[in-house]
C-alpha cells in the first residue's frame, strides 16, 4: 500500500499507527509505504513517535550514475551535466532551452520549496529574510562564509540567531548545507564560520544571472561548481562532510561514512605540491584519514608525483573515492 503526500491527511500519523497495529495483530501480509514531498512536513506533522513502525529512508538528489543508468548518458555527458545544470531529472528534457529550463527550476523546485514546504513549518516569521538567506547561499558555493559576512549582504538584517535558523531550515529542505569546521573539540565546531554547499548544482545554475560557467572561458568559477558538486555528492550519499582550516593552512573536504575517512583537496587547474601543504599537515595531525586529490581529468599523475593518491572530479562524481 502506498501512501503519497502523507502529511495532507489531517492527524495522519494517529490512525497509521492505529491501523499499523491492527493489521499486525491480524497478521495482514501487507508493506505500507507512506511518502511525502517535504521531508519537513512529514517530520514536524505528527504528534505520534510511531517507535518501533517504520523504516525511514531520505531520497536525496540523483547521482550522476543514476543518470548513466536511467538516461543513459555517457560518464563524462552525465558529470560535467550534474557539475553545470544539477540533476533534476524532470529538468533533463530542457537543457536546449535555457529560458525554459530555467523556469522549470524556479517554478517547480525552486518555487515550492521556499514558497511552501519550508514555510509550512510555522517558524519562518520573516519568508522574504529566508529568501534573502537562499539566495546569498546560493550565491557562495563551497564558500566559507561567517554569517556576519552573510547578515551584511542582506537587504533585511536579521539577528545571527534568525540567519542560522534559516540556514537549518535550508538543510533540513535538501537545499543548502552549511557545513561546519573538523575539529575534535564541539566547541571549536561551533564556533567556527559555516562552508556552504548547494545539495544540488541545479539551483546555481537557475539562480546565477549568467547561468551555467563554460569550463575554458570561466575556469575560476567552474572550478568552484565542480568543487561545490563533490561535496554535496558527498553529502547525498550520506557521508559526514567538514571542511579543515587552520591559517594559512586549509583542506576543502573531510569525509566520514561509509567510503572510509578522507582528507580531500579539489584542484581544477594548475597546482604544485606547495598547494598540498594543508593536506599534507592534515594528515600528518590526523593519521586515520587518507588524503586524495581530486583533479581535472588528466591532471591526476601531478599529484601522484608528490607520493598523493588522486583521482579526477569525473571519476569522483561517478563513484566517490576509491581505494587502492
Not at 505528527?46 to 547521482?63: N, V
Request: glycine share 8%.
Amino acid at each position: 500500500m502506498l501512501l503519497d503526500e502523507i502529511h495532507r491527511y489531517a492527524d495522519w500519523a494517529a490512525k497509521l499507527k492505529g491501523n499499523w497495529d491492527r493489521l499486525r495483530r491480524k497478521r495482514t501480509p501487507i508493506h505500507v509505504v507512506a511518502t511525502g514531498s517535504s521531508a519537513l512536513r512529514v517530520a514536524t506533522g505528527s504528534r505520534e513517535s510511531l517507535a518501533g513502525r517504520f523504516e525511514r529512508l531520505t531520497l536525496s538528489h540523483w547521482p550522476a550514475a543514476s543518470l548513466v543508468d536511467t538516461f543513459h548518458r555517457s560518464p563524462e555527458e552525465a558529470t560535467l551535466g550534474v557539475v553545470r545544470f544539477g540533476s533534476y531529472p524532470g529538468a533533463l528534457e530542457f537543457e536546449k532551452n535555457p529560458a525554459r529550463w530555467r523556469a522549470y527550476l524556479r517554478d517547480a523546485i525552486i518555487e515550492p520549496a521556499i514558497g511552501r514546504d519550508v514555510l509550512a513549518l510555522g517558524a519562518v516569521r520573516r519568508p522574504a529574510l529566508l529568501r534573502q538567506v537562499f539566495a546569498v547561499a546560493i550565491g557562495s558555493p563551497a564558500r566559507i562564509v561567517s554569517l556576519q559576512e552573510m547578515q551584511g549582504q542582506l537587504q533585511d538584517k536579521g539577528a545571527l540567531e534568525t540567519v542560522a535558523h534559516y540556514l537549518a531550515l535550508l538543510e533540513d529542505a535538501y537545499l543548502v548545507a552549511p557545513l561546519e569546521k573538523y575539529s575534535t573539540e564541539a566547541s571549536r565546531r561551533r564556533a567556527s564560520p559555516p562552508k556552504l554547499v548547494t545539495l544540488n548544482n541545479g539551483l546555481l545554475s537557475a539562480m546565477h544571472p549568467d547561468g551555467a560557467p563554460d569550463p575554458q572561458r570561466e575556469s575560476a568559477r567552474f572550478g568552484s561548481w565542480v568543487e561545490n558538486a563533490c561535496l554535496a555528492f558527498g553529502i547525498n550519499q550520506g557521508q559526514r562532510v567538514t571542511y579543515w582550516r587552520e591559517e594559512p593552512l586549509e583542506i576543502d573536504a573531510v569525509l566520514e561514512g561509509s567510503w572510509g575517512n578522507w582528507a580531500i583537496e579539489i584542484k581544477t587547474g594548475r597546482f604544485s605540491g606547495q598547494d598540498m601543504r594543508g593536506l599534507t599537515e592534515f594528515c600528518r595531525r590526523y593519521p586515520a584519514f587518507a588524503p586524495l586529490v581530486i583533479t581535472a581529468p588528466g591532471d591526476e599523475v601531478n599529484a601522484q608525483r608528490h607520493g598523493i593518491r588522486s583521482m579526477s572530479w569525473e571519476g569522483f562524481l561517478m563513484t566517490g573515492p576509491i581505494a587502492d
